[in-house]
C-alpha cells in the first residue's frame, strides 16, 4: 500500500517504545492523537477510561481508551499514515534518529501529522448505526456513547464502528 519512498517507509512488523523505524514512528505519534481522542471520548460521556474490556487493567493506562482505539486504528490513524506518505506530505526529512536506534517525528513532521489528523476529524461520514453524516472526529465520541448506553441497559449489545 505504500507508493512513495519505500527504501525510507518499509515495513517490517510493528515496534515501539521506541519505533526503530519512520513508520513506526509516524503510527505510533498518530496512534498516541487518537488515544487522546478515544480517552476524551470516554470521559465526556461519564465512562472511566482506565476500565477496559480487552486491554489488561494498568495503573496509569485507560484501558478503555485502548478499546475504543481499536475499532479506530485503521479507519483513522493508518489510513492517514498511508495518505501522508502516498502524497510525500511526510518524507525521510521529517524523521530524527536518537542514540539507541530510536526514531522520532521531528518538529516539522509533528505539526505536518498533526494538521493532517484536524483535517481528517473534519471529514464527514455516514456512521453506519445513527445512519446520519458525522465528522470523522466525533466518532469516538459516539461511540463512547454507544458503549455508556449498552452498560446503563439503554440498548442491548454494543455495535462496533466499521467504515464501509
Do not use: W
Amino acid at each position: 500500500m505504500i507508493r512513495e519512498d519505500r527504501e525510507t517507509f518499509h515495513l517490517n512488523g510493528r515496534n515501539r517504545r521506541p519505533p526503530r523505524d519512520p513508520i513506526n514512528a509516524l503510527l505510533s505519534f498518530l496512534y498516541a492523537l487518537l488515544l487522546s481522542d478515544c480517552v476524551a471520548g470516554a470521559e465526556g460521556v461519564g465512562l472511566d477510561p482506565q476500565m477496559g474490556f480487552l486491554h489488561a487493567l494498568r495503573p496509569g493506562r485507560p484501558a478503555l481508551g485502548l478499546d475504543l482505539m481499536e475499532e479506530l486504528r485503521s479507519f483513522i490513524a493508518e489510513r492517514l499514515a498511508l495518505t501522508l506518505i502516498n502524497r510525500r506530505q511526510i518524507t525521510a526529512k521529517h524523521f530524527v534518529a536518537r542514540p539507541g536506534g530510536a526514531i522520532y517525528l521531528n518538529d516539522d513532521g509533528r505539526k505536518e501529522a498533526i494538521v493532517a489528523y484536524q483535517k481528517r476529524k473534519q471529514e464527514e461520514i455516514t456512521h453506519p448505526v445513527l445512519e446520519q453524516k458525522t465528522p470523522v472526529g466525533l466518532i469516538p465520541h459516539v461511540q463512547a456513547r454507544l458503549l455508556a448506553r449498552v452498560l446503563r441497559g439503554d440498548l442491548e449489545s454494543y455495535v462496533p464502528f466499521l467504515a464501509r
